[in-house]
């Protein structure tokens, strides 16, 4: 039962153009949502969180989107850069739980220079 | 700065056989977990640790052992390992456990 779904396995876009990932929850009572990053043979690493009580979080060229009723969530990168090419996963909890996190599969987003 | 460490990177075992997987971390991080990644399956939690002396049970933790005797260090145990176990491992922790989680590189088991 995948509470926490990412339906694109991957995306391709241009440097410099706008990357977007989604993710969608099945569980109304999610309130908090984080985006990791992996590379290759390295582990995942925090990117941006968003609690419910927001729909915008901003940290420099990254911004994650939250429609509640949706139940859905974005990450746009702007602009994308061939660095940015790695695994993008979605995770979600209520409250802010590790003991909690649900995890999409990931988006594999690969930056063409 | 290590972070987390994870040992070894890669294991081959045959069904049957038991082993230990290592994490260590030198933040002085309370929370710690361990996850399997499968193919088309986000990370699933295992077991988690809330400080030392502490574990608990995760969302898929049959088959494994865990234990915390100190801040640092919290192994995974496979007791007897079968070929479902093949996966990717990763250990994470946290200063707490409401805070995101630094991770290890992991460890990539298969069975035979």
């Known amino acids: 039962?995948?509470?926490?779904?990412?339906?694109?396995?991957?995306?391709?876009?241009?440097?410099?153009?706008?990357?977007?990932?989604?993710?969608?929850?099945?569980?109304?009572?999610?309130?908090?949502?984080?985006?990791?990053?992996?590379?290759?043979?390295?582990?995942?690493?925090?990117?941006?969180?968003?609690?419910?009580?927001k729909d915008k979080n901003e940290d420099g060229r990254f911004t994650v989107f939250l429609n509640k009723s949706a139940k859905h969530l974005s990450l746009h990168i702007v602009p994308s850069q061939p660095g940015d090419s790695a695994v993008y996963?979605?995770?979600?909890?209520?409250?802010?739980?590790?003991?909690?996190?649900?995890?999409g599969a990931g988006t594999r987003l690969t930056v063409k220079p | 700065n290590a972070g987390v460490t994870q040992t070894p990177k890669f294991q081959v075992l045959k069904t049957g056989q038991s082993m230990t997987l290592q994490c260590a971390q030198d933040m002085n991080h309370e929370y710690m977990s361990w996850y399997r990644q499968d193919p088309g399956m986000g990370l699933r939690l295992i077991h988690y640790s809330v400080g030392a002396g502490i574990t608990d049970q995760g969302e898929v933790p049959n088959g494994y052992n865990v234990s915390r005797s100190t801040t640092e260090d919290f192994p995974l145990r496979l007791l007897s390992a079968a070929p479902s176990q093949t996966s990717v491992y990763f250990c994470a922790s946290s200063a707490v456990s409401n805070q995101p989680q630094h991770?290890?590189?992991?460890?990539?088991?298969?069975?035979?």
């Open chain 1, 89 to 103: 996963f979605c995770a979600a909890s209520v409250g802010f739980d590790n003991n909690d996190m649900r995890f």
């Open chain 2, 103 to 112: 991770f290890g590189d992991g460890t990539r088991l298969s069975i035979l």
């Open chain 1, 1 to 53: 039962d995948q509470q926490v779904k990412q339906n694109s396995p991957s995306l391709s876009v241009q440097e410099g153009r706008i990357s977007i990932l989604n993710c969608d929850y099945t569980n109304s009572m999610f309130d908090y949502f984080l985006w990791y990053k992996k590379y290759p043979a390295e582990g995942p690493t925090f990117l941006i969180s968003i609690s419910s009580i």
